[in-house]
Structures are given as structure tokens and as C-alpha cells.
């Protein structure tokens, strides 16, 4: 079992910045890589960014790349998204995901999910 526990949403206004952290917990072991995801209300979830954790490779949705940077600290089995210039199309309910086979930008390819937590962009 792998636990993963999201943290740092919150309200914050167009242009703003935020920090998202994910720490992983349990059979930790065996990370292949890291992703987040957004759901929006009414939408379907979407990739947002991953990191390999051996290697460090990064992969970016479209829609933030330049202005999200993803990150990882193995020491703490932690990943972080920093999110900067955010805009109201940012708000949504991010998820942080283990990665275990497959394409890093599908949901498909992650078995872990966390709880997610709550951004709120206010324009």
C-alpha cells in the first residue's frame, strides 16, 4: 500500500502563486514517477505535470507549461508543484498520483491517488 497525502491549495487571485506538496507514504520503494492531475466541477480529470523520480524527466500539460514547475525531493518522498501567473481556468481539485507503467500523461498509467486538494483562483 502507498499513501499519498496532498497539501498547500487554498484561494489565491488571478496572477497569484501557489505550492502543492504530495508526500508518499508506505511501499515507496518501487516509484516509477509522480503526477499530478486536475478535475475541474463539470469536467473530466486532466494531466497537469509529472516527474520521473529516478532521472528527474519532467512532462507538462500545454496549458501550464512555463508557468507550473514540478519537483521532487527523495529524500522525503515528496513531490511538489509550484504554480505561478495562475489563472481563473486553473481552479479545479489537484490530485497527486503514483506512477506505475505506461504514458506519464495518462491517468490510465497510476494505481495511487490522493485525496486532493482544492485551488481556487479568483479573478
Known amino acids: 500500500q502507498v499513501q499519498l497525502v496532498e497539501s498547500g491549495g487554498g484561494l489565491v487571485q488571478a496572477g497569484g502563486s501557489l505550492r502543492l506538496s504530495c508526500a508518499a507514504s508506505?511501499?515507496?520503494?518501487?516509484?516509477?514517477?509522480m503526477g499530478w492531475f486536475r478535475q475541474a466541477p463539470g469536467k473530466e480529470r486532466e494531466f497537469v505535470a509529472a516527474?520521473?523520480?529516478?532521472?528527474?524527466?519532467?512532462y507538462y500539460a500545454d496549458s501550464v507549461k512555463g508557468r507550473f514547475t514540478i519537483s521532487r525531493d527523495t529524500a522525503k518522498n515528496t513531490v511538489i508543484l509550484q504554480m505561478n501567473s495562475l489563472k481563473a481556468e486553473d481552479t479545479a481539485v489537484y490530485y497527486c498520483?503514483?506512477?506505475?507503467?505506461?504514458?506519464?500523461?495518462?491517468?490510465?498509467?497510476?494505481?495511487?491517488w490522493g485525496q486532493g486538494t482544492q485551488v481556487t483562483v479568483s479573478s
Open positions: 498520483a503514483r506512477g506505475r507503467w505506461g504514458s506519464a500523461v495518462e491517468a490510465r498509467g497510476y494505481d495511487y
Open positions: 508506505g511501499r515507496t520503494l518501487s516509484l516509477l514517477r
Open positions: 516527474i520521473n523520480w529516478a532521472g528527474g524527466s519532467t
